[in-house]
């Protein structure tokens, strides 16, 4: 079944959004969408520290310590995960699941460590994918930095390290609402990827989700304009996948 | 003695979101490695995210002090690896080192098949036996409820004495939940599955 993830982005406590990982905007309390969104019937929570790797470290562990004591849905945290000690400290707060990007980079064995200790199901495989001329690189810090490894390749490199899952952001489509980058799908589906696959990034109607079925099977799909802007609820992307395998 | 709900603590991860459910609830556990204190418990809940090996080690000196509590008749939860540590053997250690053996059948992988994508993670529903519904643990819960499961081994239980629910994952049906005497396993996580799965754990706290 489908998953319909919203995804708080967050940064000094406030649910900000995007465009294109660039020009924030304040929403609000991350701690009173959170709750509306539960109620609605989120299968999920996503909440990234959206600074984090500029400062270097992960700040939601008071955000995550209050939300998960009233919420009781699987809950992923990602941003700033530099070290075994950081997402043990988040499974600590209330996390479920950690999404790990910039960190991998520096640290090539940091997946291996951290999945060896907290179980693969836990380790969730972040990458922010940008296109330039006709391929898709992996950026960190926030969609800033060029790694120069290409999006395939890097899913290659990291999915026998102990990944239980990979979220893949578009860059170039975050906070458009014109849905998924469909191309960048094409181009990883080739690669045959056999662990679950979210997509992050433009998706605002159930046309953006069908649309993205049809080039690869995907589990979860990440949701956030239309719901934090209220132009939307999550069983508006629910109708038609009630009883969809 | 003051008789307590005890989570059994044995490294393994989600054991707080289990007691933040139970205390949501408004009811009382309390986290522990303690012999005497799982001995003397009046209910236990053995939790689980991990690997099956490493995880049937660190409860081996256990082993007869939770056989010696469901003898008496005790409500028993075991949710997801905690679950499947109530068979003889899984297939995560090749059927090495021995389970618990308290209910009858083995853990194995789900099958290696094109587009079969492993782990299972997200919700599932669950598919009631025509018995089960009578079971306590089920109060208030309907048929084809939606559960939140992250796994990719599955028991298969063989035990003719169970009732169970199943559940279908890319068109393979696997044991979802079992209940037995006192003994409650759920594959899936309740402390995750929002309103429904903190109905199991109010219900298993009213037994």
Known sequence: ???????????????????????????????????????????????????????????????????????????????GIRSLKDAIKLLESGADKVAL???????????????????????????????????????????????????????????????????LTSVDSEGTEKGFDLKLLEKIKKRNIQIPLTISGGVASIKNILDARQVINISGVCIASSLHYKKKTICDFRTIFKNYE | MNKKSIIINYGSGNILSVK?????????????????KILNADRIILPGVGHFESAIKNL???????????????????????????????????????????????????PSRPNFIVPHIGWANLNFEQEIVNQKIFKNINNNSRFYFVHSYHCEDTDLNSQKTYTNYNGFN?????????????QFHPEKSSKDGLQIYKNFFNI
């Not at chain 1, 984090?52 to 849905?73: D, M, Q």
């Open chain 2, 174 to 186: 696997f044991v979802s939940s079992v209940a037995k005497d006192n003994i409650f396993a759920f």
């Open chain 2, 20 to 36: 933040r459910a139970i205390e949501y609830l408004g009811f009382e556990a309390e986290i522990s490695f303690e012999k005497k």
């Open chain 1, 101 to 167: 990007n910039s960190g991998c980079f520096s640290d090539r064995n940091l997946i291996n460590e951290i999945s060896n200790r907290i179980g693969v199901s836990s380790v969730v495989l972040s990458i922010e994918a940008k296109k330039i001329k006709n391929e898709w690189y992996s950026f960190y810090n926030s969609g800033r930095e060029n790694s120069g490894i290409k999006v395939e390749d890097w899913i290659e490199e990291n999915i026998n390290k102990g990944v239980g899952e990979i979220l």
């Open chain 2, 60 to 110: 081996s000196f256990l082993k007869n002090d939770i056989f010696e509590f469901i003898k008496k008749e005790r409500p028993f939860m075991g949710v997801c690896l905690g679950m499947q540590l109530l068979y003889s053997k899984s297939e995560e250690n090749n059927f090495k080192e021995k389970g618990f053996e308290i209910l009858n059948g083995k853990v194995v992988r789900f």
């Open chain 1, 1 to 79: 079944m489908l998953r319909i993830i919203p995804r708080l982005d967050i940064k000094n406590n406030n649910l900000i959004k995007t465009i294109c990982l660039e020009g924030l905007r304040q929403i609000g309390d991350p701690n009173i969408y959170a709750k509306d969104y539960v109620n609605q019937g989120a299968d999920e929570l996503l909440f990234m520290d959206i600074v984090a790797s500029l400062y270097g470290r992960n700040n939601l562990f008071h955000i995550i310590n209050e939300v998960s004591k009233e919420i009781f849905i699987p809950i992923t945290v990602g941003g």
